[in-house]
């Protein structure tokens, strides 16, 4: 089911998209949800599809491990606001093919899927439109290897599309963004991005510490960073994030979202933490901070608490939200849930957080929804 909002998002009503690309699918097989791109020059809308086709996969599973081999990426494309979509096709790499659709990935063996919900497109001043996802790695036997002991490990692959002229996308790739597994268990995660004034792109990554090689978490549990001056194509090797006074800061495993604002500034909103995490926890604060766009360093003095951990709650996950500016307001609105501890129950949640016409930003009270 989908939804249209006339009234930027006071009411709404049900939008089934059409045509329905998934009534005949075989059980077991997938397509998933994933935020819609709105490309601002022309107002094409791409829906990014991540898929797996595999028979009598049990659909109540979730990340079966089965994922990790067979996951891989479809597009959908409206010219009408989302009432209809032209079609829905397969991303494959121009001169590559289904088997094969990525330089480096293979169909049955090592699946490319997005991160979390912060991975959202971009388009580039040079009229490229990016996919930040993520691909899993394959050693020297071609089957799964994970060489940081984590229980995944992947890389980070720019999908780099340009538009055609039937309204489809001709697709390349960026060189891998790779991490050292001696650094992160497992590897680079769940990429989010940002341009810059002076075209730089910015990706900030989930990294990861824990499992068989560092079993008591001692690896530092940083957040990472990779910088392409030429579109995406070429990345910097990932380093640990830090804020503009060069000190890096700890952050769980746990996704993360650059936001562009139309004040011109630029906004991180993810999960630091004062002490050295344990793989994917703890979970919170959830903070928004602003990003300087020229030493591209978190302003540590911007950093503001909009959740965190209530005194009487064991364990809070404020994680798996999106960020978007509301037109109107220009508050960033992150819509999400709260996750009590496990994940074994959760309220959804919408916070806002007002924005300044030129500098600092205030949090309004979080509110249910």
Same mark, same amino acid.
């Given at each position: 089911?989908?939804? *249209? ?16 690309? $998934?009534? $005949? ?10 935020? @819609? ?47 209809? *979509?032209?079609?829905? $096709? ?8 289904? #088997? ?5 990935? *293979? ?21 490229? %439109?990016? %996919? ?11 089957? @799964? !290897? ?23 996308? $001709? ?52 957040? !990472? ?43 991180? @909103? ?42 009487? #709650? ?56």
């Amino acid at each position: 089911m989908g939804g *249209y909002s006339p009234d930027n998002g006071k009411t709404w009503v049900g939008r089934p998209p059409q045509p329905d690309f $998934d009534k $005949d699918l075989p059980h077991g097989y997938r397509r998933e949800s994933f935020p @819609l791109f709105a490309d601002p020059s022309n107002g094409r809308l791409v829906r990014v599809v991540p898929s797996m086709d595999t028979p009598g996969l049990d659909p109540s599973l979730v990340e079966p491990p089965v994922a990790l081999e067979t996951y891989y990426l479809r597009y959908r494309v409206s010219v009408d606001g989302g009432k209809t *979509y032209l079609f829905e $096709d397969q991303i494959i790499q121009r001169g590559h093919t289904k #088997e094969n659709p990525f330089e480096g990935v *293979y169909y049955g063996k090592n699946g490319i899927f997005m991160g979390d919900v912060g991975a959202q497109l971009l388009r580039t001043r040079a009229g490229r %439109i990016l %996919i930040p996802a993520q691909a899993c790695k394959l050693g020297p036997d071609g089957k @799964l !290897w994970s060489p940081g002991g984590g229980f995944t490990y992947t890389d980070v692959l720019m999908v780099i599309g340009q538009w055609t002229a039937d309204n489809r996308l $001709d697709w390349e790739i960026g060189r891998p963004i790779e991490g050292d597994p001696a650094r992160s268990t497992r590897g680079m995660i769940e990429p989010t991005l940002a341009e810059l004034p002076d075209g730089r792109l910015l990706c900030v990554m989930r990294g990861s510490n824990g499992g068989s090689k560092d079993p008591d978490c001692k690896l530092p549990s940083y957040r !990472w960073c990779s910088v392409s001056a030429d579109g995406g194509y070429h990345w910097t090797k990932p380093e640990p994030w830090t804020y503009d006074d060069g000190t890096p800061f700890f952050s769980p495993s746990s996704m993360s979202q650059l936001l562009t604002h139309s004040s011109g500034r630029y906004f991180w @909103l993810g999960n630091p933490a004062d002490a050295n995490c344990r793989g994917n926890h703890p979970r919170y604060p959830l903070v928004i901070g602003e990003v300087d766009p020229k030493t591209l360093c978190l302003l540590k003095d911007t950093v503001l608490v909009v959740d965190t951990k209530r005194p009487e #709650e064991p364990d809070i996950n404020l994680s798996h939200w999106w960020a978007f500016e509301d037109r109107k307001t220009h508050d960033v609105v992150i819509a999400g849930a709260r996750h009590a501890l496990g994940y074994q129950s959760s309220t959804p949640w919408l916070w806002r957080v007002g924005v300044e016409p030129s500098t600092g930003t205030r949090a309004s009270v979080p509110a249910p929804q």
